[in-house]
């Protein structure tokens, strides 16, 4: 059975350019999480969605977005891209929301690279 | 506040010595503990969780953790580390938010 897959691999960007990362989530899998993780500061959460619907957000600013589609695959887009943007990106799904002792699956992340 | 601490955030320990990597958390209700593993150019993979069926958690390639609640602490054990351990580990707490928050991580350096 497939994992998380994310693509593409690695992402380098100009300040100010838009990057559009993507995301397959196990199948049957309907969550999908998304989490920066920058140089020394571990992982922060990103996005949640969930059927279709975005549930939770973390403290990051409007610039980072996304959406799911019908397939449960994720789609993480950051606008007007900052240097501090530099990051591995992570995403990881759930066979349900991440209740109790839920376990996440991640991928393997896109390097993310502003120039 | 809700949070997760990770002491140390590199630790070094002799190939055949005791590996042991701590987590604090800070919660006011009962929290779901994990642990993963994050080898290098890789995502994370789950070494183990906190079920509450009991306090001392068996996972993989020989790693445990112990629950102590009067601690609020989850920490991570191996009795003989490997090479092969070399990595980075996260402890994960959920909050019954339904998200997992991660501490800063702790990253594993083996010496032959």
């Known amino acids: 059975e497939a994992g998380v897959t994310q693509s593409p691999t690695h992402l380098i960007k100009t300040r100010g350019q838009q990057a559009t990362l993507r995301c397959s989530p196990i199948?049957?899998?309907?969550?999908v999480y998304w989490y920066q993780q920058a140089l020394g500061l571990g992982l922060q959460f990103l996005l949640w969605?969930?059927?279709?619907?975005?549930?939770n957000r973390g403290n990051f600013p409007p610039r980072f977005s996304g959406r799911q589609f019908p397939n449960y695959s994720s789609e993480l887009n950051v606008n007007a891209l900052e240097l501090e943007d530099s990051a591995l990106y992570l995403c990881?799904?759930?066979?349900?929301?991440?209740?109790?002792?839920?376990?996440?699956?991640f991928g393997q992340g896109t390097r993310l690279t502003v120039v | 506040a809700q949070s997760v601490t990770q002491l140390g955030s590199h630790v070094s320990v002799s190939e055949g010595a005791l590996v042991l990597l701590r987590c604090n958390y800070s919660?006011?209700?009962?929290?779901?503990l994990f642990w993963y593993v994050q080898y290098p150019n890789q995502g994370l993979q789950l070494l183990l969780k906190?079920?509450?069926?009991?306090?001392l958690v068996k996972g993989i390639n020989g790693f445990e953790a112990e629950f102590k609640k009067s601690e609020t602490s989850f920490h991570l054990t191996k009795p003989s580390a490997h090479m092969s351990d070399a990595a980075e580990y996260f402890c994960?707490?959920?909050?019954?938010?339904?998200?997992?928050?991660f501490g800063t991580g702790t990253r594993l350096t083996i010496i032959p």
């Open positions: 990881a799904s759930s066979g349900d929301r991440l209740f109790m002792n839920t376990e996440a699956f």
């Open positions: 199948s049957g899998h309907t969550s």
């Open positions: 969605y969930d059927e279709g619907e975005e549930r």
């Open positions: 919660s006011s209700v009962p929290p779901y």
């Open positions: 906190y079920t509450s069926a009991a306090t």
């Open positions: 994960a707490v959920n909050f019954g938010n339904e998200k997992l928050t």
